[in-house]
């Protein structure tokens, strides 16, 4: 009995002290992680279609904060996070939680106001005067100013905007918004003075266009008023506001395909490849299985032109995700770079049978079969893209080159005639076109394609030779000269201008437009700025001699070409040097 | 005990406050207003419709934002208002729909008790439904509805006893892609009454976007191009044909909401269009169905800062007792609403700022909106529907389901002080309910002489605000042309209680996808001399001896001095 009541007090002892060790257990593991024990003043977190990404930095950041309940960055690293990835509720209230533990910080209030100013501009109003207090921040005035100007307390919203472009005059915001208070103010020079500078800052800006159509309104140019409007509507409505306090802090905390993708343009633009190329190999190393971080990964190495990195972060994205076309079309064009047609094919095709009607991929296959020999599949393909993207000028041009290969020229005409009709003016179209029209004896129409060419890219050197050589096969002699003459005063340092030209001064069937003397001048000078041993520029003094007459230094000249030529038999032969050799001898001059 | 007594003590002491503070459950405070007038919930009283909700797509397809027509009308013309309720499916196919996807009509029996009629009326088209209008189409003194929908838009034809058969076809309705607000005037003088239809987008469904946090969000309307509206003919004979570039309405745009009146006052009919991220459009008439858009030139296009706002819906009338028709268009979070005051000879201004509406409105996405006298003290009383389109904080408030509670928004009443400016009301109320209001609609629902209303929100749910303002003198107007046997809408009412002269126009649209009771609502606190006139479309005018007050009245074209 006696040891029956002693183990029934044991018992009667041992349960409480097992609680109680179970508690204190748990309090000493709370911190560890073991138990999830948040500050009381963490608000309620929505984790409903949460990227599974955000996810996991969510709970790291929880887990910090965990452990420093009294640290200020902790409760603002929790509030960037979840005011980046839409929990703005939340994100608010560890703002404020930052802001209580650490007043000195201007991050919490600046990075709160702009999270409230969806919303809730009173609060947002607020945190940026406490922020305003801290810091002198151009962004931060002009958001001040526009809260200001939306209350219509213009004379503050006028100050504010003076203050952010004391710091920063570059701001167009800066400027529109005093534009935006002298219109309400219906002060029309001062409105037209800040309009002017935004204009010059931003040519294209649509909310500069539209403030400048109120602007013509006031002045009551209402045709003006209208032209500017429409403009306007044409344009992107908003331009961004330069932050480097809120990029900042979207860079630190963003979570995900496209704060990646932005970090890394960020770290290329910056000349830190290395960095990017690291950053997408620990989006790997934190899931080898997310196919978009193997692109990610890909893509930077190809532009870092490390292919076989490249090629096995495609491969692996392709792998995982079968059914993601652009690992498919990437592997595809590598490939196909690197010279493995097969490989490039296998690719293109399976990316093919998951998108049918990807004009990339038919593009690519069609390019990939003109490569290999396999034209007329090649033209097939690139008409198959053709129809599934009627209006892309590119595919269009991609299938006219394809006919070009094939020296099918009237099809080369027929669709750039089609590309042209959707854009007009692409330099390279009316350059092929023009060559087109030559190949099939269309010459006065080819000359008017070189012709506008050269008009907009005057410093083409081919626009302009093409041009001549059009004129002059369709027996517009003046036409031609003229258009040399231009050319050689548009690029005057340009041997190929100023050969072309002298040889056609000298050579010229018609005669009224013959200049021997010139052309010699020309000549001259081009053979001693080359230490007189190029041959094609020694039978250009050799033409022009033969048209002075002078037949014994013509026929030194093209000695001089051929004695070079014979030292050089790597450089091409021109076997029409010794028949005009043999014309020089008869006291022929030769013609063009 | 002791402390228990004390505290007792001290919870009787501070009710015993509460009490004389007048401020009970039953007795609302007074507002600053001189006299009292409260709105009631009444959405889930007995005798109202029971709440149909729509079913939240995993996804986010546009249209399910923008949707939440609701149309105010009798449909039956026994005297009491009905309800036409605009419901849609999960796609826009309409083999899809099912049963309670379909447009739905509540006839109204006695006050405050609504029968669905929907199987009985055929009214229960099955289209992706936006929006709806009420007019007679042929002059056979019963509305008529114009539903405008995603996909084919459909006109039903009512034979005076709220039976309702689809005309679409027979009538040459071939109006498709997506419709928005819909307006009836007679825009050529003929007498009949033609139909403008706003269109929104050019909608391309593979568009699909997310938010910064990586989850399926709403698209923004500049990822689209607009869409060109509709201006269709009353031939009179029971066809309909487009007469839209003839009319030089030739310029597509983001369209939402639409109103008709005389914008320049040269007596001939006008319409103004809200654009959703573009200028809005003032297409001035010429009278015989021709228009040009002068909006630019009338201040209208743009607000007083030089920028295009994201425009939703209209509300019009003469806020500020000039006799002119002032307008306010609701607009997109962080865009303030905007209230343009008809300077007149066709100038606008925005005096938005100065007339309190800016920093009230700067937080909320407006759709629907009306301008009514909502405390029957003789002035215009201005009303707007909330709730975004991007999802945002949520509030702790926040009602309905998961998938709407980040986009809800409370509703706003703005009081009127006579002079034009309105401050935001809050002790009448109003808009206790967090939701995501779309469409919303005014009508004198029990006939007692104030105007009730009715919101809808983007979960199909529908919300019931039985308006009780303190007794004065009202009066309720039929404005009836004989030689059309209608409602003359364009008409205006001119009413003169002595001290202050109410204008209001019969008709015109106006609010967001949505068509409120036709019927003139005057009322007035004061006691004077009163008279009435009616300026009829036709450009003639007639006075009326006013009719008792309180009292549900007709005036007809030719029997006034």
């Known amino acids: 009995m006696k040891g029956k009541n002693k183990v029934s007090r044991f018992r009667q002892r041992l349960l409480p002290t097992l609680l109680l060790g179970v508690l204190l257990l748990g309090w000493w593991l709370a911190p560890t992680g073991w138990f999830e024990r948040y500050p009381q003043d963490l608000p309620a977190i929505s984790r409903s279609g949460m990227d599974t990404a955000v996810e996991r930095r969510l709970d790291l950041l929880l887990n910090s904060l965990q452990q420093q309940p009294e640290a200020a960055r902790a409760w603002g690293d929790v509030a960037i996070l979840l005011d980046l990835h839409q929990q703005a509720g939340p994100a608010l209230e560890c703002y404020r939680k930052a802001m209580e533990l650490d007043p000195a910080e201007v991050r919490w209030p600046y990075l709160g106001g702009i999270c409230a100013s969806l919303g809730d501009s009173d609060e947002a109003f607020r945190l940026f005067e406490v922020a305003a207090m801290l810091i002198q921040h151009a962004p931060l005035s002009i958001r001040q100013g526009q809260i200001y100007l939306q209350r219509g307390e213009f004379d503050r919203a006028e100050q504010l905007f003076r203050t952010a472009l004391s710091i920063d005059d570059q701001l167009i915001q800066g400027h529109l918004g005093l534009a935006r208070c002298a219109l309400v103010a219906s002060d029309l020079d001062a409105a037209g003075a800040h309009l002017d500078r935004c204009e010059q800052l931003q040519p294209e800006a649509g909310e500069v266009a539209s403030a400048r159509a109120h602007w013509w309104r006031l002045t009551g140019d209402v045709q003006q008023a209208q032209q500017q409007l429409e403009a306007a509507t044409a344009r992107a409505p908003r331009e961004p506001l330069p932050d480097s306090l809120r990029q900042q802090a979207v860079m630190e905390q963003g979570v995900g395909p496209q704060w990646l993708r932005e970090r890394s343009r960020r770290l290329l633009a910056a000349g830190d490849s290395q960095g990017a190329i690291d950053l997408w190999q620990q989006a790997v190393l934190d899931d080898p299985q997310d196919a978009a971080s193997r692109m990610g990964l890909g893509r930077v190495a190809q532009q870092q032109k490390k292919p076989l990195l490249a090629l096995q972060e495609f491969a692996e994205a392709a792998r995982l995700d079968p059914d993601l076309v652009e690992a498919h079309i990437a592997l595809g064009v590598l490939r196909m770079r690197r010279g493995d047609a097969a490989g490039a094919e296998k690719a293109l095709r399976q990316g093919l049978a998951l998108d049918s009607a990807s004009h990339e991929i038919l593009t690519n296959l069609g390019a990939l079969m003109m490569t290999t020999g396999r034209g007329a599949e090649g033209v097939q393909f690139l008409q198959r893209a053709c129809e599934v993207a009627p209006d892309d000028a590119d595919v269009r041009f991609n299938l006219a080159m394809a006919h070009r290969a094939l020296k099918e020229w009237s099809a080369v005409c027929i669709e750039l005639e089609s590309m042209m009709k959707i854009d007009a003016n692409r330099p390279r179209a009316r350059f092929e076109y023009g060559v087109a029209l030559a190949e099939r004896g269309r010459f006065t129409e080819a000359a008017v394609q070189f012709s506008w060419l050269t008009e907009q890219q005057p410093q083409r050197v081919t626009g302009w030779t093409n041009l001549t050589r059009a004129l002059v096969r369709a027996e517009l002699h003046g036409e031609a000269i003229a258009s040399l003459r231009r050319a050689h005063q548009e690029i005057p340092g340009n041997w190929r201008i100023a050969s072309e030209l002298a040889w056609f001064l000298c050579t010229c069937p018609d005669a009224r437009w013959r200049d021997g003397i010139e052309a010699k001048r020309i000549a001259e000078v081009l053979c001693q700025q080359q230490g007189s041993t190029y041959p094609r520029s020694l039978d250009v003094w050799a033409a022009s001699f033969a048209e002075c007459g002078d037949f014994e230094s013509a026929i030194a000249k093209v000695n001089e070409a051929l004695q070079y030529l014979s030292d050089h038999p790597e450089l091409p032969q021109d076997p029409q040097l010794e028949i005009r050799l043999a014309g020089y001898r008869e006291q022929q001059p030769h013609r063009y | ?561």
């Not at chain 2, 009292?36 to 079913?55: C, K, N, Y």
């Not at chain 2, 447009?103 to 009629?117: C, G, K, M, S, T």
């Not at chain 2, 928004?409 to 206790?432: P, V």
């Open chain 2, 1 to 561: 005990m002791r402390s228990g007594f004390r505290s007792l003590g001290a919870a009787t002491i501070l009710l015993a406050c509460s009490c004389s503070s007048g401020c009970t459950k039953d007795e609302p405070p007074s507002v600053h207003t001189t006299h009292q007038f409260r709105f009631i919930d009444v959405s889930d009283q007995q005798g109202l419709p029971p709440q149909i909700l729509i079913q939240d797509r995993v996804d986010r397809f546009m249209p399910e934002s923008m949707t939440g027509g609701v149309v105010i009308f009798d449909c039956d013309g026994d005297g009491d208002l009905d309800l036409y309720l605009l419901c849609h499916g999960p796609t826009a196919d309409r083999n899809v729909s099912d049963r309670s996807a379909r447009n739905r009509l509540y006839r109204q029996e006695q006050p405050w008790r609504f029968v669905d009629i929907t199987d009985l009326s055929g009214a229960d088209d099955s289209g992706y439904a936006m929006g709806a209008a009420a007019g007679d189409i042929d002059n056979d003194g019963d509305l008529d509805l114009y539903i405008s929908n995603l996909g084919p838009d459909r006109l039903l034809e009512n034979d005076g006893s709220g039976v309702f058969t689809d005309i679409s076809e027979a009538s040459g309705i071939e109006v498709d892609g997506w419709s928005s607000s819909v307006l009836f005037a007679d825009v050529d003088g003929d007498n009949n009454l033609d139909i403008y239809v706003t269109r929104y987008l050019e909608l391309d469904e593979t568009i699909r976007v997310t938010n910064h946090g990586g989850l399926p969000e709403y698209p923004a309307p500049g990822q689209f191009k607009g869409a060109q509206d509709q201006l269709l003919r009353n031939n009179g004979d029971g066809s309909f044909v487009s007469i839209t570039i003839e009319a030089g309405l030739d310029r597509p745009s983001r369209g939402l909401g639409v109103i008709a009146g005389d914008l320049d006052g040269d007596g001939v009919l006008d319409l103004y269009v809200a654009n959703d991220g573009e200028p809005n459009q003032a297409w001035l008439g010429d009278g015989s169905a021709g228009f040009h858009d002068a909006a630019m030139e009338m201040g209208l296009a743009i607000n007083i800062f030089g920028q295009p706002e994201a425009g939703m819906g209209i509300a019009h009338g003469d806020v500020d007792g000039d006799g002119l028709l002032d307008l306010i268009v609701t607009h997109l979070i962080s865009e303030s609403d905007t209230l343009y005051q008809n300077l007149g000879q066709g100038h606008f201004k925005d005096v938005t700022g100065a007339r309190g509406l800016a920093h009230p409105t700067i937080d909320f996405t407006g759709f629907g909106t009306l301008l009514f006298d909502g405390d029957n003290d003789g002035d215009l009383d201005l009303v707007t529907s909330h709730g975004r389109v991007l999802r945002g904080i949520t509030h702790s408030m926040a009602a309905g389901s998961r998938h709407w509670k980040p986009y809800a928004e409370e509703d706003h009443l703005f009081l009127n002080d006579g002079q034009g400016r309105f401050r935001i009301d809050g002790k009448s109320g109003f808009a206790t309910r967090i939701g995501v209001s779309r469409g919303l609609a005014g009508g004198d629902l029990d006939n007692d002489g104030d105007i009730d209303l009715v919101i809808t929100e983007a979960d199909g749910s529908l919300r019931w605000w039985k308006n009780q303002s303190e007794p004065s003198s009202w009066w309720l107007l039929n404005v009836i042309d004989p030689s059309s046997n209608r409602t003359d809408l364009g008409a205006v009412v001119e009413f003169h209680d002595g001290h202050k002269l109410q204008r209001r126009r019969v008709g015109g649209g106006g609010s967001y996808l949505s068509g409120s009771d036709q019927r003139i609502h005057l009322a007035t606190r004061k006691e004077g001399e009163r008279s009435l006139k009616v300026r009829w479309s036709d450009g003639t005018s007639e006075s009326f001896q006013v009719p008792p007050h309180r009292t549900i009245s007709t005036l007809r074209k030719g029997e006034g001095e």
